[in-house]
């Protein structure tokens, strides 16, 4: 596909004032770019707001194309997957990474919120609209949040003899129930206190110590040699080469031909994993699979934040020729309720006050209720940047 030249913005400019622009048309049009399996996401959500706003049109634009993309399964996000999406549609569904900011890719939306008299910044939940704030400007607007919580089959922890994980619990608890729930005769396990989501699994370290690589710098500036992150490190080696309660498989040599689970995913499926990590939109997946419980990341202080927190969030282009139309989009996307891929279940909306006049907390199970509330409190967002490529190859060499 032939696209145009990615937009570029200057930044000073965008933070002092909203551009101005030429008048927009009796009726704009908003292109908006999102993944083919997001669609059914969204179109009821395009359909209110334009219902409610008859002088903009929204139009979709298929990530999938512009992006050149296969199957969803096989799916390999080009490196310039920002610029090409930034370059085809005025809100984009992939983007606002601090790289794409000083690429001039993504528009500073402060202006915005600072003219919108509505827009209360203390109505997000923690770190939902922070994880996209720096240098002065707001490059996203989230709409949806979902937390990683350790998952726990309640039959192993019956069959132990031991209490249930429970808020608030540290980390010693968390190894020492590893310990308690694994079940091994002969050197085979037949069951494993923990399953980590992989080999190269750093959530269990950076919910401890932070971000391992400080990507507010640049270039970003690693913290590998902290005392720290060191101890955390061994400690999460111990997990597998000391106490062997996690079980590590090595990576295949060659990617396998067509759709296939990880190991780790295997075991977790098979009942073989008393503890796992999982996101909170599969809590009604895996209760249908067996009796499972769900905690939020342990802490060792009453203001630990260790449970990782990420958002489904818009940004708009900085070429987009409709600020006004696309600003309206994103606001109004960010109030109101979404499903999730699976199986349409409703992720947690971003607005506090979306997530109380939706009945969230009123449909929501109690026991992931309060999972989710002592998560909000003790939440930290976790950014993916390339040099976590090696630090995760590290500890699969560990």
Avoid at 202 to 216: A, H, P, T
Wanted: aromatic letters at 10%.
């Amino acid at each position: 596909t032939d696209l145009p030249p990615a937009p570029t913005a200057e930044k000073e400019a965008q933070q002092e004032t909203v551009p101005e622009t030429a008048p927009e048309t009796e009726q704009s049009t908003v292109r908006f770019a999102i993944f083919d399996w997001d669609q059914p996401t969204y179109e009821s959500l395009i359909d209110a707001f334009e219902e409610e706003n008859p002088d903009v049109k929204v139009q979709v634009v298929s990530a999938n194309e512009v992006l050149e993309l296969g199957a969803w399964i096989a799916l390999d996000i080009p490196d310039d997957a920002s610029r090409r999406l930034a370059s085809a549609a005025d809100v984009i569904s992939l983007g606002g990474s601090r790289q794409d900011v000083r690429d001039g890719l993504i528009r500073d939306l402060t202006p915005f919120m600072d003219a919108d008299a509505s827009f209360q910044p203390d109505d997000f939940y923690p770190n939902a609209l922070e994880t996209h704030q720096w240098d002065g400007g707001t490059w996203a607007l989230p709409y949806a949040v979902n937390y990683q919580l350790i998952f726990f089959s309640k039959d192993a922890f019956d069959e132990a003899a031991e209490p249930y994980p429970e808020t608030g619990w540290g980390w010693d608890d968390f190894a020492a129930k590893a310990n308690a729930l694994t079940v091994s005769e002969g050197g085979d396990v037949s069951r494993w206190g923990f399953v980590p989501a992989g080999p190269k699994d750093r959530l269990l370290i950076e919910s401890q110590v932070g971000l391992v690589i400080d990507d507010s710098t640049d270039p970003p500036a690693p913290r590998l040699d902290e005392a720290e992150v060191i101890d955390t490190v061994r400690w999460y080696a111990d997990l597998f080469l000391k106490d062997q309660v996690a079980p590590y498989f090595e990576p295949p040599e060659e990617e396998p031909e067509g759709p296939s689970l990880p190991e780790e995913q295997v075991l977790i499926d098979k009942g073989q994993a008393a503890m796992w990590r999982d996101t909170d939109v599969l809590w009604w997946y895996r209760n249908q699979q067996a009796n499972v419980g769900a905690v939020p990341f342990p802490v060792d202080s009453p203001d630990a934040q260790t449970t990782p927190v990420t958002t489904q969030s818009l940004a708009m282009s900085a070429g987009t020729q409709q600020p006004d139309a696309a600003w309206r989009f994103l606001d109004f996307v960010s109030r109101q309720t979404a499903g999730s891929l699976v199986g349409g279940v409703q992720s947690l909306p971003a607005r506090r006050s979306t997530a109380e006049t939706g009945g969230f907390w009123d449909d929501a199970d109690a026991e992931l209720a309060e999972a989710l509330r002592y998560a909000i409190d003790h939440s930290f967002a976790p950014r993916y940047i390339p040099g976590h490529d090696a630090f995760s190859d590290a500890l699969g060499a560990i």
